[in-house]
């Protein structure tokens, strides 16, 4: 099911570009990729729980909490700002009409699947 909602993502916002890739992810490698790349901007687990920018979301936070998460971070390529400096390798950058907004990163389409399977491992943020 998350493989047809990555394909489908990438697909739709690709102008019809299909992508090839496992169908279940790993976590251990979504672990790394999400420390490598997606701390810089959020809390990961209890990786960098002091990190992240104040008015970006915790992974915490949208795990669970967010009853659209697992489609969240299927997509989270095609979602603000990602667009903007993320490219999916043999895919490119979903809008190379904006500038980058921060430091470019590609990915693979792999690696979106072990990001979704990496986020499942954590424990939601409780609520205050």
């Known amino acids: 099911m998350r493989l047809t ?21 790993n976590i251990d ?6 420390q490598k790349h997606c701390t810089r901007c959020h809390v990961v687990g209890k990786f960098n729980p002091g990190g992240g920018i104040s008015s970006t979301p915790s992974f915490q936070l949208l795990v669970k909490r967010r ?4 489609e969240r971070f299927e997509t989270f390529h ?6 903007a400096f993320l490219s999916i390798k043999g895919i490119g950058r979903l809008r ?12 693979t389409e792999q690696d979106v699947l072990n ?12 609520k205050p």
Do not use: C, W
């Open 5 to 25: 909602a990555v394909v489908t993502a990438l697909f739709l916002t690709t102008g019809g570009t299909p992508i090839m890739a496992e169908e279940k992810g």
């Open 29 to 34: 490698k979504g672990r790394t990729v999400a």
């Open 67 to 70: 009853p659209d998460y697992k």
């Open 78 to 83: 095609a979602r603000r700002p990602h667009p």
């Open 96 to 107: 190379p009409d904006l500038p980058p907004n921060a430091q470019p990163v590609e990915l």
């Open 115 to 126: 990001i979704s399977a990496f986020i499942e491992t954590l424990k939601p943020k409780k």
